[in-house]
């Protein structure tokens, strides 16, 4: 994949990056490139953002700036303080491997892609000694992929929101980890439909200044790429 770093950026201005970037990609793939796609890191100034599946309680006492946006899930925040992740890639195709599997993927398997891409952010936690584990069901029938848990979890602790949607088999949006400790995030919502207390930071588990956040970065790169 092709690797961006956006920086800090405003959430509407990387929504219509991402899009320009899905746009790209499918002309690529349609003039016959086979192109590997592309993986974006990014933070955002702080805003909520609301999915497909955002109820009425999900926000109570949130001030700032609140966007709709067209992936699944509920209402959720994003901040300067995350790693914002959007991998932009074809699932037309078979790509990668299952979740712990040397099984491939099949084509357009977009619950195995939110696992395999849960497993990836669980394996970099746990190069910082950090169990945790992805939540996206296995395929059930009459379950859909936009589940309340979907994402990766300390125990009853959230410490990564995936929403993603999906467009011509080319995915956008993607997963914002929280990094570092900020005690103002997610205030005034009920992130995911959960309590604000649920969410859990990198830096709340090992300590302020533990981890190098370029470090992360880079390991979560390497994790990303070799598995999606």
Not at 92 to 101: E, F, H, L, V
Not at 123 to 138: F, M, N, Q, V
Request: glycine share 8%; with cysteine.
């Amino acid at each position: 994949m092709i690797f961006e770093d956006w920086g800090l950026i405003s959430y509407q201005e990387a929504m219509n990056k991402q899009i320009e970037y899905v746009e790209k990609l499918d002309a690529l793939l349609a003039s016959g490139e086979n192109h590997p796609g592309f993986l974006i890191f990014c933070s955002h100034p702080a805003v909520v953002t609301t999915g497909r599946q955002t109820q009425s309680s999900d926000i109570f006492s949130w001030a700032g700036p609140v966007i709709e946006v067209s992936r699944g899930g509920r209402a959720t925040y994003h901040g300067p303080s995350q790693i914002v992740v959007y991998p932009i890639i074809s699932l037309k195709n078979p790509r990668g491997k299952k979740a712990d599997s040397d099984e491939q993927r099949v084509a357009q398997d977009v619950r195995g892609y939110l696992r395999t891409f849960e497993s990836a952010i669980v394996k970099t936690l746990k190069s910082y000694d950090i169990t945790a584990e992805g939540k996206t069901p296995h395929k059930m029938p009459g379950q859909t992929v936009e589940t309340d848990e979907t994402g990766v979890w300390m125990g009853n602790q959230k410490i990564a929101s995936l929403g993603i949607a999906v467009k011509k088999w080319i995915t956008y949006h993607g997963a914002a980890i929280n990094f570092h400790n900020d005690p103002t995030a997610f205030t005034g919502i009920n992130p995911c439909g959960f309590k604000t207390e649920t969410m859990i930071s990198v830096e709340k588990v090992v300590g302020d200044g533990k981890v190098s956040v370029e470090e992360f970065k880079t390991t979560l790169k390497n994790n990303l790429e070799s598995s999606l």
